[in-house]
């Protein structure tokens, strides 16, 4: 017997790319990594359109987390898309290497500096743990398939940033921006410092509210003001506060000029009240019975004296707009070292300020009452001094959003301290901070608004710590005036060229009589060291401004959406500072990583999704898949379950990219591909609808919509493929003669998808695009990542194709109502497979004509053995046998099927009427025979 199969172009089932992703991606790690594949891509771009992603510095400290994945493929994404834009991409990887949490880890090992270790010593030990780690996560990212110049990335540690750094700051101060003086400020008091307010966070603490009476000295005065002519009684202002540890240093009680306050009285208690707010108050201090005396304006009250509850001190009644009847009493304590509306108001009354409480949280030696106690343990010992006095009315605790350190995670306090600041009002940095946002593209949108209401209300900028591990502010100054030194720009880039050489230990080192002369003795050398966020805020300067292949400003930069307050911020307020405009033309936000419950990743809470373990088990292309495929706008889902289903979805565009490969092993692209004009009319639809998805793909990747492109390729690979034409052409594929137009019609269109395919997924899926590269057929580059995107054939107009585009839907729509009563069918035992059946199709709004054009490539289409076409008023039973829905707008059609009566081909499994007419091979049909002894079939071209 003949062994038909042989005659067959069956596919290459042992063909490549099966998977095994965490064993296969390392193999093209290497490759990469030999092939210096992004020094390429610079020699091959090079005077091209640039674009620049600058990268915003994750902190040296740590293995990567999935929040860092999520941000560094994000921003790989992009840079490849430009690429195969023809897009001279450069990215520039970098690192935050000084501050507090690497001087802690430092700390556990070696103890403070000072203590049983130099401070030089200990800059030694953080900058050598900064590099161990920069090491570790450079490793975990080039992991993930990002490209980069890992060889060279940027560390603010660097001697040549650090120098620059300074520089800036240099700049900045001689814009007059900067200047020195006591002002409040966050205080940690694990850090021991100074905090920005992009290092708070405000989180639930539990706090003692406590109403205080400050009682009246002047009575006189008092009942004179609220109209009041008799009474002896004592009279007391209380106040409403949830800091008692504050009282010590309390010099005021603030009230507002325009709020109504009552004169109450309640038994023996005569109280001055906010009018709105007294009925809540007396009812918190329990008092019955209460009888409004008299009313008077807050202004009336200006200049009142009254008594501290505790202290042997007399203090006045003054007036701010910051006194509200929200909560409380309407009078507000007022203790200006220790809060920022406190200090503000205390100024325009030239109030002490006064600030008892040191560096580490304590009250300071002769602080009265609490001396050597931690501010909030003084807060029980307060509470019950005000009780021993009578002075207490209320107390009872209150849950209420604080500001806490967003390192340690503790509860910060308010300490007035002599601090450097840029200033907001100097050369209206605040307003054309604002306009500069409004020039700028935000993504998503709602980024704009968040940080104009951050710039627009936020203090000046605190950039002072009290630390050791960071860039110095490398000023000095006059020890009685205070002033600057006259050659600050000078010294400030003589110690700049020193840094450069030696680090900033070149500052902690340096005499200052080496630079002043004469004049070392009359300045003093500032001790202090950057916020952090000034390094990282001044990196285009530092880096953008300093690398020749990068520019200023970038095109974007893309951080989480903490980072409004962050990086973004700070690199706009340095920006503007130096050149009144932004350091970025766009900025994209990503949201936080939640677990599927929606709640934060934390290792206490065990719902950590690590991408080590990920790519271990996954692969790093399913950790990239995920990213794309989740609107990252908003908190971004993760779990096993999710993962598992982004893993199901790669499954299908690789197995659809690997059923393509598989059927053009022997195709040679120069020698086998037919023109447009001459393939089949399904070849040249599925190149419409490719091309339709290319334009999208572009465009998507262009407005960042990563997830639109995954849904969308997968959608072509699943539905348009993998449901419709690779169904239909099988017959065509394997039973046509290896050479034949209609073989080499299907080969070509599937060579073109492909060429289309693998540039799609390069950006998400680099390491299989990468691999599905290395194995299409025709001459090429050395990588997918060295492409650009592919430009189709050029096409015959649509107005002479057999079936339009719509046609085609139509087509489509018929086919998928065929399949669902054949599986009906199939299911029931009366067929085995779809080529056991005969259709009959009953077509009501929709010309038979139209797919009888298709001819006998109809039943390839539907995959059966015969289809024939009817008008639905032809044969009017069919009409009640089975009411179908809507096709598709105003066709219907209705259908009967049957089993075939005729024999079965057994090398192309069709039923047809002519198998054995042929004696020399009497189980073929005739197309068959033709296929295997002639000259081939000629399938309808159109």
Known sequence: ??????????????????????????????????????????????????????????????????????????KDIIVKARTLD??????????????????????????KPGDKVSASDFRAACRAYAAQQVAGQSVDFQRLGVIGDWKQPYLTMAPQTEADILRTLGRIVAGGYVSKGERPVHWCLDCRSALAEAEVDYQDKTSPAVDVCFAVNDRTGVLAAFGVTNGDQPISLPIWTTTPWTLPANQAVALNADLDYVLVE???????????????ACARYGLDGRRELGRCRGAALEGLRLRHPFLDLDVPVILGDHVTTEAGTGAVHTAPGHGADDFAIGKTYHLKVYNPVGANGCFLPGTPFVEGLQVFAANKVIVELLRERGALLAD????????????????????????????????DLRGKALAAIGDTDWTPAWGEARIHGMIENRPDWCISRQRVWGVPIALFVHCVTGELHPRTAQLIETVAQRVEQHGIEAWFDLDPAELLGADAADYDKVQDILDVWFDSGVTHASVLERRPELAFPADLYLEGSDQHRGWFHSSLLTSVALHGHAPYRGVLTHGFTVDAAGKKMSKSAGNVVAPQKVINQLGADVLRLWVASTDYSAEMTISDEILSRSADAYRRLRNTARFLLANLVDFDPPRHSVPPQD?????????????????????????????????????????DLGAFYLDVIKDRQYTCQADSAARRSAQTAMYHVLELLVRWLAPILSFTAEELWQH??????????????????????????????????????????????????????????????????YLEGLDPALLEKLGDELRFVLICSYVRLHQASAYPAALNSDNEPEVSGSARLWLTVQASAHPKCVRCWHHREDVGSNTEHPELCGRCVENVAGAGERRRFA
């Not at 990215?91 to 001087?103: F, K, N, S």
């Not at 339709?692 to 072509?716: C, G, M, N, T």
Request: aromatic share 8%; net charge neutral; hydrophobic share 40%.
């Open 1 to 74: 017997m003949t062994d038909y199969k042989a005659t067959l172009n069956l596919p290459h089932t042992e063909f490549p790319m099966r998977g095994n992703l965490p064993q296969r991606e390392p193999a093209t790690l290497a490759r990469w990594q030999e092939l210096d594949l992004y020094a390429r891509l610079r020699a091959e771009r090079a005077g091209r359109p640039r674009y620049v992603l600058h990268d915003g510095p994750p902190y040296a400290n740590g293995d990567i987390h999935i929040g860092h994945a999520v941000n560094k493929i994000l």
């Open 86 to 111: 023809g897009c001279d991409a450069p990215y520039v990887p970098g690192w935050d290497c000084h501050g507090l949490p690497i001087e802690h880890v430092v700390e556990k090992k070696l103890g």
């Open 266 to 280: 309640a038994g023996a208690q005569r109280l001055i009240l906010a009018a709105d707010l007294a009925a809540s």
């Open 396 to 427: 009872r605790p209150i849950q209420h959003s604080y500001p806490h350190c967003w390192r340690h995670k503790t509860p910060t306090i308010t300490r007035t301290t002599p601090q450097w600041f840029i200033a907001m009002a100097h050369r």
């Open 776 to 841: 299409l057929p025709g001459a090429r580059q050395d990588s997918v990542l060295l492409a650009e995107w592919y430009d189709l054939p050029t096409l015959p107009d649509v107005a002479t194709e057999v079936l339009s585009p719509a046609e085609w839907d139509h087509l489509r729509d018929i086919r998928d109502v065929v399949n669902r009563r054949l599986e009906r069918l199939r299911v029931a035992g009366a067929i085995g497979s779809a080529l056991d059946a005969e259709v009959d199709l």
């Open 679 to 719: 393939m089949l009319a399904l070849d040249r639809w599925l190149l419409r609808r490719a091309a339709a998805l290319d334009a999208e793909v572009r465009d998507d990747y262009a407005a960042f919509q990563f997830h639109e492109v995954s849904q969308k390729v997968h959608h072509f690979c699943a539905v």
